[in-house]
């Protein structure tokens, strides 16, 4: 389905106008009043071409192109040739398109045979996932559906934090303090805890610090006490975020993490050496990013052990050998911009022309009002608890409006978490935000609930309707404002998905659901369907149809469900 600014686009094209197709599209507007036309195109970059005023190009264009289907008028308003699109053509393609490809309305094979690596969530052993985890777990799992959506062929990849010097202090803090019951009771709180009070003691007693050295060195070369520790560590750690990864529906290809990555650093060290990328400096081995104006980086620490970097540098050429990617994704937060700046400076150095298809997404920052989110001091809010906490909420917001629903609790579940995944996926990512109870579960703001309701609506008249009789539907009968402005909604869904995936923006997507929900209710307001006359009744109810398939199967793009009824 071509958007009409293409079809607008390519008719200036054909018509020779004498600028060239990205141009025109790129000039194409909305005008702020569809009275005016519901596209405009100004014509002031033609005048300096054309050496004409833009008054008199847009009034001899408007008399000399011959307006194609989908277009029902071309008029010029001033500087400006204004498009009317053709009502009665934009629903009927809507409605039968949505019809036809169902829950597959907006999907498309611009990633054909093309692989996508989406790495997210990223979690790290021992630690807790806390509600700062969210943004990269949610992000991450629509940026992978939406590349999914479009024909790649995906593998997402929790990359776990499972190596490195903490593990040797977590490991000299269990030989001191370790109590296996209180662990298996509550695993990452007690190993947390092992964690920040070792902290603490390393921070009075340096000692302390050399024998977490010493562990870690162990570990490294397998001694089969640490590594059993290691081992027992992470997988009740994994057993924690599991619990979580199902509350919200995500699921990982590999959990390929940095200790997977530590069989091929001696390659790469090698492959470093022999590229004569290496330089020493204080004992440590660094490679020299000056000339890229990047802070230089260490590969090798004075003390021989790898670093976080030269550990992303081996899983970058791991991922090329194994997966041969198209796109490289990392979902990491935006503290970490210098980090992959470096990474694709230092492949590039090394001459891999395919660091440009290494993508860090990076995202800002959720805080909760007066709460700081810092593992080192142990004051964490478990993300757990968030999602449990906004079933409950949930719970009693259906008590107070509709206490008599069938499946309360699994409502419940699919409308808490599904709000606080909806309000993670609404601003722009890069944007910081605070967390807040009232926005997120609002059933009238800009939100999931609002959404599932607008479904749980349309589902409601539908099955008021009982069955619809959809032969030889008029569209012509639905093309007041409000059907229009729905229809268009729906109309720009597959635009705004396309986009979400060039920019790895998913709020393109999430707010264009809004935006149909909105319609939506504007549409019911202004327009009565099952007392409407049957010709315009059967119309309409086809709208509401159309309405409710394309919420519930954009909901589910970013990874939320929506109830039939709530
Ligand atoms: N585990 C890291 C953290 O929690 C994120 C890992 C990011 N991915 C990467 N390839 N470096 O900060």
Known sequence: MKSYKEIITELLVASDIGLAYDEILETIEIPPDNAMGDYAFPCFKLAKIKRNSPVNIAKDLSETISKPQGIAKIINQGPY????????????????????????????DIGKGKNAIVEYSSTNIAKPFHIGHIRSTVIGNVIKNLYKFTGYNTTSINYLGDHGTQFGMMIAAYKLWGDDDKINENPIKELLKL???????????????????????????????????????????????????????????????????????????????????????????????????????????????????????????????????????????????????????????????????????????????????????????FLEDVLNKAVEKTEEIINERNPNLENKDEVAKQVGIGAVIFQELFSNRIKDYVFDWDNTLNYDGETGPYVQ????????????????????????????????????????????????????????????????????????NACPILNAESDIKNARLELVSCTASVLRSGLKLLGIESPNKM
């Not at 009317?84 to 169902?102: A, H, P, Q, S």
């Open 81 to 108: 040739l204004n498009f009317f699109i053709d009502r009665t053509d934009i629903v009927k393609t809507v409605i039968e398109n949505v019809k036809e490809k169902g829950d597959k309305y907006g999907s498309s």
């Open 195 to 381: 964690y920040v009070d070792y902290n603490e003691l390393a921070n009075q007693d340096p000692e302390k610090m050399d024998d977490a050295r010493r562990w870690f060195s162990e570990l490294e070369s397998g001694n089969p006490e640490a590594v059993k520790l290691w081992e027992w560590f992470k997988e009740i750690s994994l057993g924690e975020f599991n619990r979580v990864y199902d509350m919200l529906g995500v699921e990982f290809d590999s959990y390929n993490g940095e200790s997977f990555s530590s069989q091929f650093i001696d390659d790469v060290i090698k492959e470093l050496r022999d590229k004569n990328l290496l330089e020493m400096s204080d004992g440590a081995e660094i490679i020299n990013l000056e000339d890229e104006g990047l802070p230089n980086m260490i590969v090798i620490k004075s003390d021989g052990s790898s670093t976080y970097i030269t550990r992303d540098i081996a899983t970058a050429l791991y991922r090329k050998r194994e997966y041969d990617f198209h796109k490289n994704i990392y979902v990491v937060g935006s503290q970490q911009i210098l980090h992959f700046q470096q990474l694709k400076a230092c492949l590039k150095k090394m001459g891999y022309e395919w660091a440009d298809d290494c993508i860090h997404v990076p995202f800002g920052m959720v805080s909760l009002k007066d709460q700081t989110l810092s593992t080192r001091r142990g004051q964490v809010v």
């Open 453 to 524: 309701y607008t479904i749980a609506r349309a589902n409601s008249i539908l099955e008021r309707a009982g069955k619809i009789n959809n032969e030889a539907i008029d569209y012509s009968l639905i093309i007041s404002d409000s059907e229009f402005e729905l229809a268009s909604t729906i109309y720009n869904l597959p635009q705004k998905i396309l986009d979400a995936v060039e920019k790895y923006e998913p709020s393109y997507v999430t707010r264009q659901l809004v935006e149909i929900a909105s319609a939506f209710n504007s549409f019911y």
